[in-house]
């Protein structure tokens, strides 16, 4: 079980910030929140993970709710490459276990 | 920049037939991880590895199925009996003392005929 909800699918629009939602309502307070993408044919690859603060990397910002029951993946610019499913990760144990995660499609 | 390697990339074998899938981890890595992922489906956890350890498996790795630190440097899948069932690509990923990122190699897709 992933816990963690996330929309099927979501478009943007090349050079345009992207908003990827997760919820995650039963997390606890020691529960890391990861962030992976799989492109077509490769591997799960990390993005980004927090625990309470927001993050930032080269690649995205984490933005965490103050109740840590939902969380955002912000794309600052979407490229064509960024098409992708992006896996919202609850981490339990020393193990991550994913969801069906959210098809990101960009439109040139 | 350092990665996980698998071979093979891709293996088709009979059903009922052993398989051993191999992983090379990041060299300063002590954790371990095998994962599957069959085809238009989601990535499962198969199995944790800690300190010469299983430390954690799911209910897919069954007795079927088997890992090993045989030399410090590989990290190997054992499925004894294949099943159509087991076709699937298998991903393997290490993680360092401390740090959140897991690290994931190419994988290998597993055909059972």
Known sequence: DAKTTQPNSMESNEEEPVHLPCNHSTISGTDYIHWYRQLPSQG???VIHGLTSNVNNRMASLA???DRKSSTLILHRATLRDAAVYYCIREY???LVFGAGTILRVKS | EPEVTQTPSHQVTQMGQEVILRCVPISNHLYFYWYRQILGQKVE???SFYNNEISEKSEIFDDQFSVERPDGSNFT???RSTKLEDSAMYFC???GQGTGELFFGEGSRLTVL
């Open chain 1, 93 to 95: 144990g020393n193990k």
């Open chain 1, 44 to 46: 799960p690859e990390y």
């Open chain 2, 77 to 79: 899948l054992k499925i």
């Open chain 2, 93 to 95: 990923a290490s993680r």
């Open chain 2, 45 to 47: 956890f198969l199995v």
């Open chain 1, 64 to 66: 965490i709710a103050e």
